[in-house]
């Protein structure tokens, strides 16, 4: 084989997996968008998704700003060397981490270091099979850690929240999916897809689960009690209400695979992978002997191009009357104004700060003023020009509940009066923000171009030990815009919808499947 071509192809397929989202993918979000009633808040947010897949396709750059660990699924004819299809995903991996096409996301776990290539003990996983084809097949899926997080096991029996026990059987199996997806809410970037593994051990349960992701949308299961439970679940889960950000809504999930395999007869485990609406998957067809595609996966049907929804959702967004302009430092009067449902708008300055900087902050003085400032849950794309001068690149919000633990006493300590992430915060946090007079803003997860087009310039960087995505980044933005979410007055809506949700799943506690 010709490794130095066969490296460009997989360079090729990890800059189309980051940037470029499936025409399956794209015609479910079109689905969904055109399910929400104009006005809301789902609706608003998909206006935003839209617009933000446009964006990337436009600028050739992440989806999301998460571009999470790059899984490989590899099937190759026998005699091909694995090794040096190895070493060449390695270098096509660390090239499109230097040109900002990926985040640099591997880091040691004991000591915390970010490699700064997306090379390390682990990542990025590559997993290969032997087939008696004559191509190689490689797939690639970009699984952010936010979906990441919301990936749930259960072991059979159990006993489930709103649902009572679920057995082992088809039944109980149903009852776990149907919890997966209520657990998520919004912290998984919902509307989200699901891929279910019955089965194995809990290592090989998983594996069959994400395996499932890497089927088409549409595809039909050839096994008739799985193609039965997949329905049921898409045609009941979006009853739970949770919607698109955990904001309520009609669609909460865009698709569902299961898998099933052999157990032993101890263990009963129902795994589930979580993905959300940034559903980054691509596969190739390689030639084993040049090392060029020779076709590209996935490419069936047509793809949608959300040109015209973004240029209506910008037009409707400055037409949007009841927004609320913020620019730091804010006060608490400010503050106590708002309530939850109220659109802001900010511009000025802001601060990134992820867990690092939130634990940092927890023993040291902060290495700038942060009394009437807003923090930004977000782990940027960054460049740096000849010059010295950085740039960002994608900008999408992260999963803020991790920084639970902390943030409210960060923001009573600094005098922080905004917070900015998304898939709200526990009582904790909205305890602080009463007492302190603060207020949560959720912003659109996996907007990652729509947010980075808010902003300007890039003042400065502290903190740059934690690595890029770790560091607090000085932001200038314009006209950045998110919902609140959490106010100072003791509302949550995602306690809210959590609540409402939870009332729902009971429903489905009867019996479906005998």
Known sequence: MNLETFQESMYQLIVETS?????????????????????????????????????????????????????????????????????????????????????????????????GDNLGGGTPVIKFDQWENDYIDVRLILKGGGCENKNIQYSLPCELDGLGRAGRDLDGIRKC????????????????????????????????????????????????????????????????????????GETTLLGCK????????????????????????LGVKVNPETGDIQEWLYQDGEKVEFANEAENEVAASKEESNVVTLTAPITEEQIRELKVGDVVRIDGRMYTGRDAIHKYLTDHDAPVDLNGQVIYHCGPVMAKDEEGNWTVKAAGPTTSIREEPYQGDIMKKFGIRAVIGKGGMGPKT????????????????????????????????????????????????????????????????HADVDKSSLEKLAQFKEPVFK
């Not at 932001?475 to 609140?484: P, Q, R």
């Open 258 to 281: 299961v898998g099933v395999m052999n157990r032993i007869p101890a263990s009963f485990f129902v795994s589930v992978a979580y993905n959300c609406w940034a559903f980054r998957r």
């Open 19 to 115: 940037t470029n989202l499936p025409k399956d993918v794209r015609r479910a979000v079109k689905k969904a968008k055109q399910s929400e009633s104009a006005g809301t808040r789902a609706a608003m947010s998909l206006g935003t998704i839209t617009n933000n897949i446009q964006m990337a396709d436009e600028n050739i750059s992440p989806i999301c700003q998460d571009t999470g660990l790059p899984t490989f699924k590899i099937k190759t004819p026998v005699g091909v060397n694995q090794i040096k299809i190895k070493e060449a995903i390695y270098n096509a991996i660390a090239q499109a981490t230097k040109d900002t096409k990926l985040r640099p996301n591997s880091v040691d776990s004991l000591t915390g270091k970010n490699s």
């Open 177 to 248: 999916i149907l919890h997966s997806v209520y657990q998520a809410q919004g912290q998984g970037c919902s509307a989200g897809f699901i891929g279910v593994g019955i089965g194995g051990d809990r290592s090989s349960g998983y594996d069959l689960a994400k395996e499932q992701l890497f089927r088409s949308v549409e595809d039909v299961n050839p096994h008739e009690d799985l193609r039965k439970l997949e329905e049921y679940i898409m045609d009941n889960a979006n009853k739970l209400g949770i919607g698109t950000m955990g904001f309520g």
């Open 430 to 493: 909205l305890a602080a923000l009463q007492e302190h007079g603060g207020v949560y803003l959720n912003a659109i997860g996996g907007a990652a171009q729509y947010y980075a087009d808010c902003i300007k310039k890039v003042d400065g960087v502290d903190l740059t030990e934690f690595g890029i995505p770790e560091a607090m980044w000085h932001l200038n933005v314009e006209g950045f815009t998110a919902v609140v979410t959490m106010d100072s007055h003791g509302n949550s809506l």
